[in-house]
């Protein structure tokens, strides 16, 4: 709870968010569904996405414009951080879960906090509570971090990084 | 009054504070003394780039200089910057970098020229965590014309960083910022400049994501030995480019050419750009950074999801394939009594398979495929996390491959005639040409010119001179089945008669199949359309509708075949009727030599028929 409270109040004081904050698409979209995954794979001659170089992404040197402005997302269960991160990997999150290990889960591990000694209880958890973290095809981001959160706090080596 | 003591003290604040103009003055003196705005750091510092007899910022953006002929100007640039300082210490922070070097070199004495505590800017340092730079070079990406050269962008790793946790540093990306979605008008629009490039930062998995899984582009990552202050100075000059705009120029002032002055900024010494003034592909840049003696820590090869998929795919048997058809076409359930009956092992390797063939074929709207992505997912929680697949192997490194400059001499004849031919290639890989290092089946030649002198006399006759020839072959099997692409426009001599050949204005277009007969052939077919454009021709053009079909085999590593067979109807214009078969060879002498060898009948005019037989010594430098 402590962390919680302490990153509302970064969040609350930090100025750049509105100095910097920029009309950005690029994870604002906490809630978007999971299994939406990208579109096929038919090959689209010249086709219109690579690079940023068609401003798919703002440009910025500074972080207020990597994601939506900081503070912009209210009732996030873990740290703005953590959630932009979660909602932009949803899809290998999953995957990762489900293998039970993976680069995009170490990194969720990582973001958490959670301790090298601590890993392969989280990939273990994350994996048994598989069907629990992921109820449905339409699960958003937000129920997958609180899921992701009880299931921490049900695991006593777990508990002390959990959000909730 | 401790509340009202602050207000106060912002209320006092101009007259509390009073430039030292004395100081400034003696800085003044002092940096023209050591001639500091003809130090090659100033120059980078502020991209000076020698032009006539004296020096032309590449950087666009006003917003960068603080002297209003700052742009032409290194000195007076100096003299206002130090100027600012004073006036406006706290500009100190946004020009960190500039700052940095003037304190340094002129020793600014603290307690005359304050030093600013820059809050933003140290709060981004500590979130960017620098430790380690990467160069990121994803693979050519032929279906848009803005990274089909490839493209690079720099990664600052962080401290305690592993390969399992690289997604969490940051990216430095320089692009062209426009909103542009055609990426013909993209491409020309970018030959002039025409859009604003800029630097940005982003998580490096916002980049991964991009290129592994929407784009299917292998990634390679190289980790590069620069100390932590050349990061730290690198950074404070991307702290000073926010926002701050260059034109964008597609072929020389693009991403793989500013990348290397962020590079020159981290260590002065470093002489990179003047190799690329003119001309600057990714690949090449790649090449000369990693040459820099001791410079590349370590390459890492990340494959695309597609790779990874092709590759797990190789590995299952074709009982093993059946059942991820199955699975993933929603045929049986993985709750099936004959599926759960498998062994574990076994059930692991299609249980993935499945899932990521679904999840590359999936689009967004299809609930179902949803579904069942899930329940795959589900099922494959419940067995153990054992890592069922090995990696795919890891491909030659693209700095390995050959160069994209090629230039080609040799002896032919056509009918009667013999010639000498000399072609010139700026770039970059055509499908004859050896793979190391490049993506198969992609082909792109940039401005080939083809030349030819007529043995006995003291002509040089123009043969052709493609502007731009792409080819992408994708071969399809019971799991993929993309399309195969060519394009292609420039001159050309058509044969219209017995005797005469003309320079035409070709363009070409065709859509087909190709299919790995096996491992090491490629075979094609192709519908194609045809428009010649010229003065020699019956109505001044000519359009048809052709076929072709061919084969590329690898005879052995280093000796490559095409056979071919080609069939143009024109049937608007000039009418005619032109078919070829070919066969061309190329034997690799070594990475960057190698013998081409093509021979050719050439049906035209109602069954006449002519032959061309050609033999070149290739170069690429």
């Known amino acids: ?164 | 009054m401790k509340i009202i003591f602050p207000f106060l003290l912002l209320l006092l604040h101009p007259p509390l504070y009073s430039a030292d103009f004395s100081y400034l003055k003696t800085l003044l003196k002092q940096a023209e003394t050591n001639l500091l705005a003809n130090d090659r750091e100033w120059r980078i510092l502020l991209h000076y780039q020698a032009e006539g007899n004296g020096y032309v910022s590449e950087v666009d953006d006003p917003k960068f200089f603080n002297a209003p002929n700052g742009k032409t100007n290194p000195s007076a640039e100096l003299a206002a910057t130090l100027r600012t300082f004073f006036v406006a210490p706290t500009q100190q922070c946004k020009f960190i970098a500039r700052y940095e070097w003037l304190k340094q070199q002129l020793a600014f004495k603290a307690s005359r020229l304050a030093p600013q505590p820059c809050p933003r800017f140290k709060e981004w340092l500590n979130e960017l965590n620098p430790y380690g730079l990467s160069l990121i070079f994803p693979a050519a990406y032929l279906n848009n014309p803005s990274s089909m050269f490839g493209h690079t962008l720099l990664r600052i790793d962080q401290a305690k960083q592993n390969e399992q946790s690289r997604l969490l540093a940051h990216a430095i990306n320089y692009a062209a910022n426009t909103k542009e979605e055609n990426g013909v008008t993209f491409a020309i629009k970018g030959i002039f400049g025409d859009y604003p490039g800029l630097f940005s930062i982003m998580p490096y998995y916002h980049k991964v994501k991009e290129y592994s899984n929407l784009e299917n582009r292998d990634v390679w990552e190289y980790q590069l030995n620069f100390t932590p202050a050349e990061i730290q100075r690198l950074l404070k000059h991307v702290w000073e480019l926010d926002k701050i705009y260059f034109e964008y120029y597609f072929f020389d002032e693009n991403c793989a050419y500013h990348l290397l002055s962020l590079l020159e900024v981290a260590r002065p010494s470093l002489d990179l750009r003047n190799k690329f003034s003119a001309w600057a592909i990714p690949a090449e840049t790649v090449r000369a950074i990693v040459a820099i003696p001791g410079l590349l820590k370590k390459a890492t090869f990340r494959p695309a999801n597609l790779t990874k998929l092709r590759h797990n795919l190789d590995l299952l048997s074709s009982a093993e394939q059946n059942w991820v058809q199955k699975l993933a076409t929603g045929k049986i359930n993985a709750k099936d009594s004959q599926f759960t009956a498998l062994d574990i092992t076994t059930r692991i390797k299609i249980l993935e398979t499945a899932y990521d063939y679904l999840h590359y074929q999936h689009k967004k709207t299809d609930k179902t495929r949803s579904r069942r992505l899930r329940a795959l997912l589900v099922a494959r929680s419940k067995l153990p996390s054992t890592t069922s697949f090995s990696p795919p192997p890891v491909p030659p490194r693209p700095e390995h491959g050959h160069r994209s400059f090629r230039i080609s001499a040799g002896w032919g004849r056509y009918g009667e005639q013999s010639y000498h031919s000399l072609q010139l290639r700026p770039a970059y890989h055509d499908l004859l040409d050896s793979d190391a290092g490049y993506k198969q089946g992609a082909q792109i030649n940039f401005l080939n010119l083809n030349l030819q002198h007529p043995i006995g006399s003291s002509d040089l006759k123009l043969e052709s001179l493609k502007i731009l020839d792409i080819a992408s072959l994708s071969s399809r099997d019971r799991f993929f089945q993309p399309l195969s692409w060519k394009i292609n426009t420039g001159w050309e001599r058509r044969q219209l008669d017995d005797n005469k050949r003309s320079l035409v204005y070709n363009t070409n277009g065709g859509v087909g199949f190709s299919y790995k007969p096996i491992a090491k052939a490629l075979a094609y077919g192709f519908l194609e359309a045809n428009l010649d454009i010229g003065g020699a021709l019956r109505h001044d053009y000519a359009f048809g509708l052709g076929s072709s079909v061919g084969m590329f085999v690898d005879i052995l590593p280093n000796w490559r075949l095409h056979l071919y067979a080609e069939t143009q109807r024109f049937v608007l214009g000039h009418i005619q009727s032109l078919r070829d078969l070919g066969l061309e060879q190329r034997l690799n002498l070594s990475r960057n030599s190698a013998i081409r060898l093509q021979m050719k009948r050439h049906y035209f005019a109602e069954e006449k028929a002519i032959s061309q037989i050609e033999l070149n010594w290739q170069w690429y430098f």
């Open chain 1, 1 to 164: 709870m402590k962390k919680v409270i302490l990153t509302v109040a970064t969040l609350a004081i930090l100025p750049t968010a509105s100095v910097l904050a920029k009309p950005n698409n690029v994870g604002c979209g906490i809630g978007s569904m999971v299994f939406e995954g990208k579109s096929g794979v038919a090959p689209q001659i010249l086709a219109a996405t690579t690079n940023g170089t068609f401003g798919n992404q703002t440009f910025g040197i500074t972080f207020g414009t990597l994601g939506c402005a900081k503070n912009g997302v209210v009732g996030l269960p873990v740290p703005h951080k953590i959630a932009l991160f979660a909602d932009q990997n949803l899809d290998k999150l999953a995957h990762d879960m489900a293998v039970g290990n993976g680069e995009t889960l170490n990194s969720l591990a990582v973001l958490m906090e959670v301790q090298d000694q601590d890993k392969s209880a989280f990939f273990n958890a994350t994996k048994i509570n598989f069907a629990k973290i992921f109820p449905d095809e339409n699960v958003t981001t937000i129920e997958v971090l609180k899921s992701l959160n009880n299931v921490m706090a049900n695991e006593p080596r777990l508990k002390r990084y959990s959000y909730s």
